[in-house]
């Protein structure tokens, strides 16, 4: 690059970064208020909250980037515009694709690092939050306790607990457990979810147990610590299941028989394929979109305002219009098409109109309108 391509290159790379640090931050902040239920509800750490939010960063990235780009880009070509930077530059002999280049590169590495996210990073991410979330709902202290309510679980257990605190410890248990013609009960002061080789216990801490025994009389001891085996009632059966949004291209592309049977038809993983790889497209499509805005018409003193919200328009229903092709081309294979046509027209007209506008346009000569303007001159 030369020294003006790489000053236009910071000038615009700085605010499609912020556009899209901020775009992200939305994203983030819209995560973790949806994550909020593994707290309140599931009584899980903050730790686990923000590993759940975390992964759900790549699948966001690849709406993010070509929206980030398109209004970062209009940020910074708007300013340059304005302060005659633009004009300084064409007035110094640059040609308007030199000119252009700089935007070109970042467009490029913006494609480049969505279709990193899509492949790798978005199933990567996907798949450790599902096995997570399961996991959450897989937790014994989800199966077997709620905070202040009497929760039935299976083979006749019922546990009461007056306080579950941040760290897991378990406050005023009661354990009912119904056995045939047979009732124990546990009460502790304190409890805690352990794994003693590799086997779920319960651990009660300071507590006493009660049962009657076949003669009708009540067996009573207190104990410091005591751990009641807990694995015939945490039985899950269930396994983790994934979408077509966790799978890797090549499960998409070539999916096994266990893959069609938890992600769907072969068609919607087919759709969901194409989707991950006409993403890239799209930045594309938002910088040509963005330099059309500023610099794919005529100079006017007044702004560019109408200019760039007919341009933003246009941006927005190419955008929704694509999510409404990738739905449709998960029923007719045929559509998937047009998941690379539409970015890819979009950029050719928006490329058509910028350089159009070096060209000036011809005059039409209509010999009688000169003849009569030439007779009342």
């Known amino acids: 690059m030369t020294l003006i391509q790489g000053y236009l290159f910071r000038q615009i790379a700085r605010p499609v970064l912020g556009a899209c640090a901020a775009l992200a931050g939305i994203g983030i902040l819209s995560q973790s208020l949806d994550q909020l239920e593994v707290i ?65 590169v970042i467009a490029v590495i913006a494609a480049v690092l969505t279709l990193v996210v899509t492949s790798v990073g978005q199933p990567w991410a996907q798949r450790q939050a599902r096995v997570e979330a399961f996991a959450v709902r897989a937790d014994l202290a989800v199966l077997l306790v709620e905070e202040g309510v009497f929760k039935q679980g299976p083979n006749g257990l019922t546990v009461y607990v007056q306080q579950i605190e941040q760290n897991g410890l378990l406050k005023n248990l009661f354990v009912y457990l119904e056995e045939d013609d047979k009732v124990t009960t546990w009460d502790a002061a304190e409890a805690r979810f352990s794994r003693i080789d590799g086997q779920p216990y319960l651990t009660l801490l300071s507590g006493s147990w009660q049962r009657y025994s076949s003669r009708g009389v009540l067996e009573h001891f207190s104990f410091g610590r005591q751990d009641v085996p807990l694995a015939q009632y945490t039985g899950v059966t269930e396994r983790v299941r994934y979408k077509p949004s966790d799978m890797y291209l090549t499960q998409l592309f070539n999916p096994s028989p266990g893959d069609l049977e938890e992600g769907g038809s072969a068609g919607e993983l087919l759709a969901e394929g194409h989707s991950r790889l006409s993403a890239p497209l799209y930045a594309l499509m938002a910088m040509a979109m963005a330099l059309t805005a500023i610099m794919g018409g005529q100079f006017s003193r007044t702004g560019y305002g109408l200019r760039i919200a007919k341009v933003a328009g246009a941006f927005l229903i190419i955008r929704i219009a694509g999510y409404g092709v990738v739905a449709a081309s998960a029923w007719n294979g045929w559509l998937n098409v047009f998941q690379y046509l539409l970015p890819l027209v979009a950029t050719a007209v928006a490329l058509r109109l910028l350089f159009r506008a070096l060209k000036p346009r011809r005059r039409r000569y209509w010999p009688a309108f000169e003849r009569l303007k030439a007779r009342f001159a």
Not at 83 to 96: D, I, K, N
């Open 40 to 104: 309140v509800e599931r009584g899980q750490s903050v730790w686990v909250m923000l590993k759940l939010t975390l992964l759900a960063v790549p699948q966001l990235l690849a709406v993010i980037i070509p929206i980030g780009l398109f209004v970062g880009a209009l940020i910074a070509l708007t300013r340059l515009q304005r302060e005659q930077e633009l004009t300084a530059v064409f007035a110094s002999g640059v040609t308007r694709w030199s000119a252009i280049r700089p935007a070109v």
